[in-house]
């Protein structure tokens, strides 16, 4: 299978489109039906891209994504249906009402982390001085 484009498909200056790409319709219509594909945009291998929406220039579409909708410039869509998760070079995440909005970072700060060999040091004293009330000194020496 190649790279389907279909009738009424455009496709700008300097694009990318990997094996198993479909710009395709959505239906029967007649007139403009196909997708309009801006210049430096990149279409990853599986992508389908339906119906007569515009991709804007330089955006990215991930592998395997289903594009319904239109993509504003400089995005990065991905997924089933796809969805924008950078813009502009910057994480992005939907919102319920539709629009966009910046994406909390998900960076681990290291300071917040527990300190799990201090834990362990600890749990380790308290058994050490369970064990020493339990046996004789003598007793303790041998384990």
Do not use: F, W
């Not at 700008?12 to 801006?38: A, E, F, M, Q, S």
């Not at 681990?108 to 004293?125: A, Y």
């Amino acid at each position: 299978m190649g790279v389907v484009i279909g009738e009424t498909a455009e496709v700008g200056d300097n694009c990318t489109i990997y094996h198993g790409v479909t710009l395709g319709g959505t239906g029967h219509d007649t007139g403009k039906r196909h997708p309009t594909i801006g210049s430096g945009v990149l279409i990853s291998t599986g992508s389908k891209v339906l119906g007569p929406i515009t991709i804007g220039d330089n955006s990215r579409i991930g592998a395997n994504s289903v594009v319904l909708k239109d993509v504003p410039p400089e995005a990065t869509v991905v997924g089933i249906p796809a969805r924008v998760v950078r813009l502009n070079g910057e994480r992005v995440e939907e919102t319920p009402e539709g629009g966009l909005r910046p994406r909390p970072s998900e960076e681990l700060n290291q300071l917040d982390l527990p300190d799990c060999i201090d834990d362990v040091c600890e749990r380790l004293d308290v058994i050490e001085q369970m064990v020493n009330e339990l046996m004789s000194p003598e007793e303790a020496q041998n384990i």
